[in-house]
């Protein structure tokens, strides 16, 4: 099932519609007039840099080809073994002028490769002191990013011409962010933070990809970003932290299995998945579940909330012990998530 969900996702019309041959996302807002065929639109301050420090080692790289290539047919053509000439001639065995050109010439291409690689690097590393943080939760399969207010999403969403920093740590295996659009990317390591910064400069919708090989799930490991016209951020946080103190509990339920990346591992429809489908433990309401370990626990609205705090608690028999603790969980979106899980049971389920 998971895997049909990868094709699907894969083979989806319209995310063809918005990408180029490299199946990098456009944004949707504007189809970006310096996307090409090597490279998705510009939508961070080093972008620019980055494509042309590329375009510099490619032309470097075209120009050295062409020229080896053309030499070398031409001498094949020049000296092959002829009719007339059937002994090689006798080649010099050392020229001390040709040999210094054809070392110092490259070493000064390579200095400008490390200089200007070194001097883009430095700046792509250290992130600035000011900028917006946010906490980046990377699980098997799914991101969760906690704003400075503590509003949690699945989403990430930026403010356009704001440096901001991300400090990033995986709940399980290495996984790695990447955008294409902001031309950088880092990996995301259990037990440890690792920071990556941008300052995004183009309104759009973008897709963040995992890009390193964590399991089943990873080609579907992605997330939305958003970045926001002035005003747009505050404005989108807002709303997202008011849905969460307004929301009726299924509702809220409901919206939290889509946001937290529950999706990713529990149907809705008894179809197993990395974890049990939530139909099936809807199912089971007020009766008792066979645990891993051989015990039982009866189901009911203390055991999923501690199953959700605390997921090694209780582990469901045939199941892997995988699941993450869900970072900066709330305790209405808890509420809302158990009573959306108990409803699946009603008889139009
Ligand atoms: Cu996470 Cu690939």
């Not at 990033?168 to 440890?192: C, I, N, Q, Y």
């Not at 579907?220 to 404005?235: D, P, S, T």
Request: hydrophobic share 45%; net charge negative.
């Amino acid at each position: 099932m998971i895997r049909t969900a990868m094709l699907q996702s894969l083979f989806d019309p319209s995310s063809l519609a918005s990408s180029n041959l490299l199946g990098f996302a456009l944004p949707a807002a504007d189809s970006a007039a310096d996307a090409n065929y090597w490279f998705p639109a510009q939508a961070s301050s080093f972008a620019a840099d980055m494509d042309a420090l590329w375009y510099f080692i490619y032309w470097v790289s075209v120009f050295f080809f062409i020229g080896i290539v053309a030499f070398m047919v031409l001498f094949v053509t020049r000296y092959r073994r002829t009719a007339t000439r059937t002994q090689p001639e006798r080649s010099a065995s050392h020229n001390t002028a040709l040999e210094l050109t054809w070392s110092i010439l490259p070493a000064f291409l390579l200095v400008a490769f490390f200089y200007w690689g070194w001097t883009s690097f430095l700046v792509i590393a250290t992130p600035p002191r000011d900028a917006m943080e946010v906490q980046v939760g990377a699980y098997k399969w799914g991101w969760n990013f906690t704003y400075p207010s503590g509003h949690t999403d699945s989403e990430l969403h930026v403010p356009t011409d704001r440096e901001v920093k991300l400090i990033m740590s995986s709940a399980d295996v290495l996984h790695s962010f990447w955008v294409p659009e902001f031309r950088t990317k880092f990996d995301v390591v259990p037990g440890r933070y690792t920071y990556l910064w941008f300052k995004p400069t183009r309104v759009g919708e973008y897709q963040l990809k995992c890009t390193e090989y964590c399991g089943t799930g990873h080609s579907a490991m992605r997330a939305k970003v958003v970045v926001h016209e002035a005003g747009g951020f505050e404005k989108w946080l807002e709303q997202a932290e008011g849905a969460l103190l307004t929301m009726e509990p299924k509702a809220l339920g409901e919206l939290s299995y889509k946001k937290l990346g529950c999706a990713q591992c529990h149907s809705l429809d008894g179809t197993k998945l990395v974890g049990p489908s939530f139909k099936e433990t809807a199912s089971l309401w007020g009766n008792a579940r066979g645990l891993a370990d051989g015990s039982e626990v009866t189901v009911d609205e203390n055991y999923l909330r501690e199953s959700i705090l605390e997921p090694m608690a209780k582990v469901v028999a045939g199941y892997q012990p995988q699941m993450p603790v869900i970072p900066g969980i709330r305790e209405k979106q808890i509420a809302g998530l158990i009573e959306y899980i108990k409803s699946l049971s009603g008889p139009n389920q």
